[in-house]
């Protein structure tokens, strides 16, 4: 079959699928968190925390819980990895440095999972089950509660109430993360996936060599790991190995699962707001810019320059074989606009025009369509100030859903927007400015400065992925990195969750004949525009000296 047949085919049975499943997802996760109903699975965990679920919370309360409950996840996970050869099923690893715990506990419970580590050689299977693998799924409810608190915000009149914490982060995760995940799990499991308890099984290799294969919890954390746009993999070759993701089907399946819930996710926030075509409005915005960049990193690894690539028929090195250029560029794409970081090829071997796609991708702000629940409070942001700019251009007081925005949610909103830029930038600058960041880059000029741009980025969006020409197993970059993560992910939350309580509160503002309809294609334009055009300002010194100017070279 032709390359760009197949590419194609392959781009439009995903499109197709998704458009599949954003209605009934959509509206079902609107149905979980509307609900006034509790399973008796939640009622018992309730009561194991002490936590009243029917309690309102407003937003100081909400926010308290979010940091609290993440704090103890981060020391939790800490002291896990830290004790890993006291526990059972460690298969004798030693435990942690507390330099690479720091950061792998702080990876995890933000959502980011960046890995400085080969996982089937540094964890056991309680760790990575236990530990591992319960942070994807809370870190991910996580993040869909304080998206549904923020939607809530815009629903809700005179009132500061943003719903409980505690209900939003247990009903996540038992009815919508738990039952898909283990449902992939087993249909991974169908396709080739292992999953299983067992120590490494020694096998003879095709030249008479003896060769130690770990086995172990794959398939289970693999499901979760894409479903909850986590991206930890159980080996350090993530979903570029066979054992997490055997073939093509599964490949396409993974995909699937990393988008599926934050292009719904546009759906629940129009069904809670009473209005749909708000919704739509989103999604297509999200899904403009994601298919842009999965159509640009494409074409360029299928017309790499160079003798080699020509003749192999695109630029296969860092690829598999089984998946090719077509299928390793839309899981790139796929996942570093999304904050999951899992991958099925090597980013660090991508062309430099390629890589400078992914990290823009990132530094978006990952909201095209982003992470489970991060996703679309990223975007609500940014439709507030390109409502807030239309607004000026026609001289009246910009409205977005029956809300007025005020200086105090404008200011928040950009509070919230300009954080990530100053962690990237800063962090970007300081490595590169010390001993420790020039040491660990494997290449120099600008490739080697766009794998310490990508790193940051990465770690402050909460993606994880890495050009993993960068030898970030240090002492510099596990704390930095690690401080990137955290302040990243929940930052953010802080002026997410303080805008919803302000607009809460708001009375509701009558829709006149000068109200911007924001529902409207033109105002999915401008909100792609809007998007692409203040990443673009703020990132793009530091992207022409890297991988534009590595792109520009050849």
Not at 250 to 270: K, Y
Not at 507 to 517: D, E, F, I, N, S
Request: proline share 5%.
């Amino acid at each position: 079959m032709n390359h760009t047949l197949a590419d194609v085919l392959q781009i439009s049975a995903l499109i197709v699928a998704l458009a599949l499943v954003h209605r009934p997802l959509g509206d079902y996760m609107a149905a979980v968190y509307s609900s006034r109903t509790h399973l008796r699975a939640e009622r018992w965990v309730y009561r194991a925390i002490g936590a009243d679920p029917d309690a309102e919370m407003r937003w100081p309360s909400y926010l308290r819980a979010v940091l609290a409950f993440s704090a103890v996840g981060v020391l939790f996970l800490y002291a896990f990895q830290r004790l890993q050869d006291r526990l059972p099923l460690s298969l004798g690893f030693d435990p942690i440095p507390p330099d690479q715990a720091f950061n792998t506990a702080v990876s995890f419970v933000s959502n980011t999972n960046w890995q400085s580590y080969a996982g089937e050689s540094a964890m056991g299977h309680l760790v990575q089950a236990g530990g591992l693998a319960v942070q994807n799924f809370v870190s991910a409810a996580v993040g869909l509660a304080v998206a549904i608190a923020l939607v809530r915000g815009f629903a809700r009149f005179r009132t500061g109430e943003l719903g409980n914490f505690w209900s939003d982060l247990v009903r996540g995760t038992i009815r919508i993360l738990l039952p898909i995940a283990a449902l992939a799990a087993v249909v991974l499991v169908a396709l080739g996936a292992v999953q299983s308890f067992a120590g490494p099984q020694e096998v003879q290799t095709l030249t008479g060599a003896a060769q130690q294969i770990p086995g172990g919890p794959v398939a289970s954390q693999e499901a979760i790991k894409n479903l909850g746009t986590n991206g930890g993999g159980f080996y350090n070759a993530n979903s570029a190995h066979p054992f997490e993701n055997p073939g093509g089907l599964s490949n396409l399946l993974e995909i699937f699962l990393l988008l599926a819930i934050p292009f719904s996710m546009p759906r629940t926030f129009g069904r809670l707001v009473g209005n749909v075509k708000q919704g739509y409005a989103v999604v297509a915005a999200m899904g403009v810019i994601w298919l842009a960049g999965v159509i640009a990193v494409t074409v360029v690894e299928r017309q790499a320059p160079g003798t080699a690539s020509q003749l192999a028929g695109g630029s296969m090195e860092g690829k598999e074989q089984r998946f090719g250029e077509g299928a390793s560029s839309l899981f790139a794409v796929s996942t570093t606009m999304t904050s999951t970081g899992s991958v099925n090829s090597f980013h660090d071997s991508y062309q430099g025009l390629s890589g400078g796609v992914l990290i823009f991708g990132m530094v978006l702000g990952e909201v095209a369509p982003g992470g489970v629940g991060s996703g679309l409070y990223g975007m609500l942001i940014m439709a507030v100030i390109v409502v807030f700019i239309s607004g000026l251009m026609v001289g009246r007081t910009p409205e977005y859903l029956g809300k007025k925005l005020r200086p105090r949610e404008i200011k928040l909103a950009a509070c919230a927007i300009l954080i990530t830029p100053a962690l990237v930038l800063t962090g970007t600058a300081v490595a590169m400015a010390l001993p420790d960041g020039e040491e660990a880059m494997t290449n120099a000029g600008p490739h080697g400065f766009s794998e310490v741009l990508y790193a940051y980025a990465s770690a402050a969006n909460n993606n994880g992925s890495a050009f993993a020409g960068l030898g970030a197993d240090t002492g510099f970059f596990n704390t930095t990195l690690g401080f990137a993560m955290l302040l990243g992910r929940f930052l953010p939350m802080v002026f997410v969750l303080a805008l919803a309580g302000s607009l809460a509160q708001q009375q509701p503002v009558p829709v006149t004949a000068g109200t911007l309809r924001t529902h409207r294609p033109l105002f999915a334009g401008m909100l792609v525009a809007g998007t692409v055009v203040v990443a673009g300002l703020t990132f793009f010194p530091a992207l022409s000296l890297g991988p534009l100017a590595e792109g520009l070279a050849v």
